[in-house]
């Protein structure tokens, strides 16, 4: 069974920073793409960033492109996103996602084939 546990997420003050964490079992972690999504409340979900299987080809939405970090360490099974300089508009649900591709660039929610179950991002001015 394929389970993705987000945790990290919790309450900072404009221009803090947070670091999301996200295990991964049930898969080959290796086939996957994975990515970070963010659902505020009211507003669809959208892609935030993310990293191809090697690690090495991150994309970046352009709301985050210069404050956030995606990273992967495929021999711990886990993929990370570091968030700098937050702002109000950045308060969301975050949820990890795992796509079965080799492929980089922007992860497309009708491609993600896992879901977490989200860890909650909230900044407060």
């Known amino acids: 069974q394929v389970h993705l546990m987000e945790s990290g997420g919790g309450s900072v003050q404009v221009g803090g920073s947070l670091r999301l964490s996200c295990s991964v079992s049930?898969?080959?972690?290796?086939?996957?793409?994975l990515g970070w999504f963010r659902q505020a409340p009211g507003k669809e979900r959208e892609g935030v960033a993310c990293?191809?299987?090697?690690?090495?080809?991150?994309f970046y939405e352009d709301s985050v492109k210069g404050r956030f970090t995606i990273s992967r360490d495929n021999s711990k099974r886990t993929l990370w996103l570091q968030m700098n300089t937050l702002t109000p508009e950045d308060t969301a649900m975050y949820f990890c996602?795992?796509?079965?591709?080799?492929?980089?660039?922007?992860?497309?929610?009708?491609?993600?084939?896992?879901w977490g179950q989200g860890t909650q991002v909230t900044v407060s001015s």
């Open positions: 996602a795992a796509e079965r591709a080799y492929s980089a660039g922007r992860c497309y929610i009708d491609s993600v084939d896992y």
């Open positions: 049930g898969l080959t972690f290796e086939n996957y793409k």
């Open positions: 990293v191809d299987w090697t690690g090495l080809k991150p």
